[in-house]
């Protein structure tokens, strides 16, 4: 059997990058961002060049994804081209009359590195898998070994990922289209343009954040560039609708299963304890500056390790056992432990403790300017509301401006209740889905 969902996966990104850049090249130039600017079509390409872009082979089945003007700029060798000035002993490599770097020493890095991935995964895959935890074997056990077993079968489940992201990272990279330009510090070539994964980066991730950065990378930009920022109005900052249209973007693009769902309603809400932590509870292991770690710095970061994987490895499990009654079998087998946390950190901080703690941080802590968030910046990840609680509010107050508009024109309109206006607001999440 073939499973043909990733490649679809992978055409419904390109696909619709595609459309945004066409209707990109449209538009007057003032009219864009620096981003849109560079990817805008003003005209077609060619079938051929449009079908050797949707199927290039490399990508085809499991990614990554790119823009058109990336492929076309790889085949027109521009891509290629180093800035005017640069010392020839600085250039990179090439095999003769070939304008693209040799390539054929990191691609046998990353391909070296799938296999070995790959292997790995055969392994692991053996030992932990959903028979296990599915079985009357797996509550013979105790509890940390129960948990020790669901985050191994988290990790076996990751090593198929970074497997064949590495080998078809790989196979881009021979191909020229990895290729990244020239380090400004180092000036060594890079290789990474289509990364799509970082492992490191995600078995050692100390907050959500960090964790959700370094996975389906590519996804995560093409949500942000393609979603979350297209459907914000011009002028303002990404909110309530943004946050929605994405989640619900990414949730039907991974597919139907309940198990889906669960992992991404679970991820979101980790996501917004993950932040109030840092903001409420981090600054106390920093200096009052907040440029330097005190001495206890390395427990919370410890400790914040290890919350970080034990939570994803209890919220990612529906992700691998996709259905809703094995998904709430094996969350039970360990006592929703993470749900029970989410709403005991939800609790404390729609407390009075909130306001102790920032009290006490105003008295210990030097003030520090507060810019725009990074979550605000780059937007969601995987399409998770970076914090659903500010969505819900953004929601109510728009019903109470469209009453209030409404209400100018000369409508009767009475302004309903709390209870009335949640039911207006999904009635409202319903008209965006």
């Known amino acids: 059997k073939i499973d043909i969902t990733g490649a679809q996966m992978v055409l419904a990104m390109k696909l619709t990058a595609f459309c945004w850049n066409v209707h990109d090249g449209q538009l007057p130039g003032k009219d864009l961002v620096?981003?849109?600017?560079?990817?805008?079509?003003?005209?077609?390409?060619?079938l051929l060049d449009f079908a050797g872009y949707v199927l290039f082979f490399p990508s085809l089945f499991v990614g990554p994804s790119f823009?058109?003007?990336?492929?076309?700029?790889?085949?027109?060798t521009t891509m290629f081209e180093v800035p005017a000035g640069t010392d020839p002993s600085k250039r990179p490599p090439t095999r003769k009359k070939r304008k693209i770097p040799r390539s054929g020493?990191?691609?046998?890095?990353?391909?070296?590195?799938?296999?070995?991935?790959?292997f790995l995964f055969l392994k692991f895959s053996g030992w932990y898998n959903t028979d296990l935890v599915l079985g009357d074997q797996y509550m013979k056990w105790g509890f940390l070994r129960r948990i020790w077993i669901l985050e191994m079968l988290g990790f076996s489940t990751r090593l198929k990922y970074y497997g064949v992201w590495s080998l078809t990272e790989g196979a881009c990279i021979l191909s020229g289209l990895g290729y990244k330009g020239l380090d400004p510090k180092t000036g060594r070539v890079q290789w990474n343009r289509l990364q799509n994964v970082n492992p490191w980066a995600i078995e050692s991730a100390q907050n959500t954040r960090a964790y959700l950065e370094g996975w389906n990378m590519n996804t995560n930009n093409w949500l942000r560039n393609y979603m979350y920022l297209r459907v914000t109005p011009k002028g303002k900052k990404p909110g309530f609708r943004a946050s929605l249209a994405t989640f619900v973007t990414s949730a039907f693009w991974h597919g139907f299963?309940?198990?889906?769902?669960?992992?991404?309603v679970l991820a979101a809400f980790l996501q917004t304890i993950a932040k109030n932590f840092r903001r409420h509870i981090r600054p106390f292991f920093l200096t009052p500056d907040g440029q330097r770690p005190t001495p206890y710095k390395r427990y919370y970061d410890i400790l914040s390790y290890l919350t970080t994987q034990l939570a994803f490895c209890f919220t990612t499990a529906p992700f691998v056992l996709l259905t809703l009654p094995d998904s709430l079998l094996v969350w039970a087998r360990v006592y929703f432990y993470a749900v029970i946390g989410v709403a005991a950190s939800m609790a404390f901080f729609a407390s009075p403790a909130k306001t102790w703690l920032d009290k006490r941080l105003k008295a210990r802590n030097h003030p520090i300017p507060r810019t725009a968030s990074q979550e605000t910046l780059d937007g969601s990840l995987m399409g998770l509301p970076s914090d659903p609680g500010r969505d819900f509010d953004e929601a109510l107050q728009e019903v109470k401006g469209e009453v209030e508009a409404r209400r100018r024109k000369g409508t009767n309109v009475i302004m309903p209740r709390e209870e009335d206006l949640e039911h207006a607001v999904e009635d409202k999440l319903r008209k965006e889905l």
Not at 68 to 75: P, S
């Open 105 to 118: 020493t990191p691609a046998a890095w990353k391909a070296a590195a799938g296999l070995a991935w790959i």
């Open 34 to 46: 620096e981003f849109q600017k560079e990817r805008a079509l003003p005209q077609l390409p060619s």
């Open 67 to 76: 823009d058109y003007v990336e492929y076309r700029r790889w085949i027109e």
């Open 257 to 264: 299963y309940p198990g889906y769902y669960l992992t991404f």
